[in-house]
């Protein structure tokens, strides 16, 4: 079993960048598919970015296309991301995910660990 704990959230202003860390333990993440979901308030949780372990490949929501990058650093057992040209819209608490499951990766039922996220919050 492999917790997850999200870092590195806060208070910017539009326009501004944010690095979200996820920091594993118990396993090493380099086989498990790695996510970001994000939960606005009244909202439900949705998917912002993932990607397959050992796979390059990396999958975003259309909303942040372009302005967000995952990323990861297995030997830090950790997953990234980089949050550029932030919008009051993606205010929200970002949550990071893990599976080993084989399905859409952009479903959150797909997922068998969570951490407890960490609140990102953008001001116009």
């Known amino acids: 079993q492999v917790q997850l704990v999200e870092s590195g959230g806060g208070l910017v202003q539009a326009g501004a960048s944010l690095t979200l860390s996820c920091a594993a333990s118990?396993?090493?993440?380099?086989?498990?598919?790695m996510a970001w979901f994000r939960q606005a308030p009244g909202k439900e949780r949705e998917f912002v970015a993932g990607?397959?372990?050992?796979?390059?490949?990396?999958y975003y929501a259309d909303s942040v296309k372009g302005r967000f990058t995952i990323s990861r650093d297995n030997g830090k057992n950790t997953v990234y991301l980089q949050m550029n040209s932030l919008r009051p819209e993606d205010t929200a608490h970002y949550y990071c995910?893990?599976?080993?499951?084989?399905?859409?990766?952009?479903?959150?039922?797909?997922?068998?660990?969570w951490g407890q996220g960490t609140q990102v919050t953008v001001s116009s």
């Open positions: 118990g396993r090493t993440i380099s086989d498990y598919t």
């Open positions: 990607g397959r372990g050992r796979v390059s490949t990396t």
């Open positions: 995910a893990a599976t080993f499951r084989l399905g859409d990766l952009r479903v959150q039922a797909t997922y068998t660990n």
